[in-house]
Each structure stands twice: as C-alpha cells, then as structure tokens.
C-alpha cells in the first residue's frame, strides 16, 4: 500500500542521516522508480528531501527541518505498532509483519519492535473474525454490498446492508452501515453474524447523519437495572463496571444500579451469579428469572 510505504520511508529518513534508493528500494520490494515517485509524494506534502548524486550519495532530510523527528516521535511510532500489533490479531499475519518490519529501520532504531502493550482483538473467535473483517473490508474499499444470517432475541433473520466501518466497540467487533431491508443505520455484531457473503452489486455512498456517527447511540443502554450481590462477588461487578459501580447496604450486600442495552444477555449475565445475584428492578425481569429458576430445578428432577 502506498500510503504505508510513505510511512515506512520517512520513518527511515527521520531515523538515518542518509540512504539510497536501492537500499529503500530492497527495503520495500519495489522498483527504483516507484521510490523515486514516493520522494516526490513526500516533497509535495512539504517535507524538504534532498538527493545527492555520486560517491557516498543518496537521500536524506535537508539539515535545519524544523519539524525533525516531532513528526513522529518515538512514542508515537510505538502507538502505532501496539495498534498495528492489535489488528494484527484479526488479520493477516504476514501483511501486519511487514508493515511493522517497515517502520522499523534497523536494529539501532528509536522504536523497539518489542512494543511492551499487547493487544489482542480476537480472543477464541479469531478463526471466524479474520475472513468476515476481510471480507466486510474489500466490500467497504468496493463499495459493494454483502449479505448475511443474522442471529438475535427475535430469532433468524436474512439481511443485505451497504457495509460504510468495522468497528470494535464494548469489546466486541460489528460492522456498521445502511440496512436495505430495514432502510435505516444500523450496526450488526459480527460473533452473530453467519454466512456471510460479498455481493456482486455495488452501492452509491450515502452521507452519514451526525447523530449517526455516535456509535454509542447503536447501543444504547437507557434500562435501568437494580440488582443485589454478595459480597463474594464484588471482584465480578469490579471487573464489568468498574471500581464505584456499587454502593454497600446496611446488611453488607452490594447494590448495582446501571443500564442495559438487551435483555437477555442481561438475564444471563444475572443467572451467572447463582443464587448470589437478586433482581429488584425491573419487577418483569425477577419474574422471568424466577421462571427460569422453575424450569432449572424441573430438568434436573
């Protein structure tokens, strides 16, 4: 990709008082020409690059830049090999490998491929993750559209959407765009999403309503839940909401009070704390684990 050669190449000059276009070009396995036609990029973007001709030539940064290695500074550079390293848990190893070799100019560089932040955006899904990201990618970059099964609380659906971003949000990756069926924005998460395949037609880019690029507003959780727990399972609430999600009752149990976005996922969140967790509000969602409860203890008679 050109605009990751780019990259690749001023991280080089920004890191080496001078190199040639042989060696720039091995570097990034293209022709002289394609780099001399990259120089020229960087030139016309503003950043004075000299060339010297003869023995001992070669290509640098002209002396007295003012910008100099602010550009991208070393903390910088590591920012973007943790997100590189990030992405590169849900796709192709080989191509991540090779971005990351080229903003890493030799072994005397500033940026030490040896980033100590590990990300991991894929967990145990990524098998299934990497070609639906792939996939959803091309049909963005095509402006194609793409099919797919969709599984939810209502059950089975069949939807073709006009794919605009992948997002990875509240842990969980979706894919954002137009719904033909539903003729409206909406977000779909990818670990639901089956058989998917890439349309041959393509689509004419819409323009994204403001309110709709708030990708929180996808996911609303404007429910509220009212919960008690024992206080065994303090760490638990700690870890999903964090360290003042609670306050502490007067018998020593904890009480929650937040939102949700779907309810059933709640419930099952709830019915994961066993006889630990009690619902006070809403009243319909106790009742439903209560029915749930019932129908526990009658498989097991």
């Known amino acids: 990709m050109k605009l990751d050669r780019l990259l690749g190449i001023l991280t080089i000059l920004l890191q080496n008082k001078r190199v040639t276009a042989p060696q720039l070009a091995e570097k990034f396995e293209v022709t002289r020409r394609t780099i001399g036609r990259d120089i020229?990029?960087?030139?016309?973007?503003?950043?004075?690059?000299?060339?010297?001709?003869?023995?001992?030539?070669?290509?640098?940064?002209?002396?007295?830049?003012?910008?100099?290695?602010?550009?991208?500074?070393?903390d910088e550079l590591s920012s973007i090999i943790a997100a590189l390293k990030g992405i590169g848990s849900v796709s192709e190893k080989s191509q991540v490998e090779r971005t990351l070799d080229k903003l890493s100019a030799n072994k005397d560089t500033v940026v030490s491929l040896r980033e100590p932040i590990v990300i991991d955006l894929a967990s145990h899904y990524k098998g299934s993750l990497a070609p639906k990201i792939k996939i959803i990618k091309q049909a963005v970059l095509e402006q194609r559209l793409i099919e797919f099964d969709y599984y939810y609380e209502k059950g089975q659906t069949r939807r073709r959407i006009e794919p605009y971003f992948v997002i990875f949000q509240w842990t969980a990756w979706y894919v954002f765009g137009f719904c033909l069926e539903r003729q409206d924005w909406r977000m779909f998460k990818l670990t639901r999403l089956w058989g998917l395949q890439l349309c041959g037609e393509n689509y004419t880019l819409r323009e994204i309503p403001p309110e709709r690029r708030d990708f929180n507003a996808h996911l609303p959780d404007n429910k509220k839940l009212v919960a008690l727990f024992e206080p065994s399972v303090k760490y638990q609430l700690i870890e999903t909401y964090g360290l003042n999600c609670f306050t502490e009752t007067q018998d020593g149990r904890l009480r929650l009070e937040t939102g949700y976005t779907n309810r059933d996922y709640t419930i099952s969140w709830l019915l994961g704390f066993g006889n630990k967790a009690k619902v006070i509000e809403p009243i319909d969602m106790a009742d439903e684990i209560k029915r749930i409860a019932k129908k526990i203890i009658q498989n097991y008679k």
């Open 40 to 74: 020229d990029a960087l030139c016309r973007t503003g950043i004075p690059i000299v060339t010297y001709q003869g023995g001992g030539g070669g290509i640098s940064i002209a002396d007295g830049y003012k910008l100099d290695k602010s550009i991208l500074t070393a």
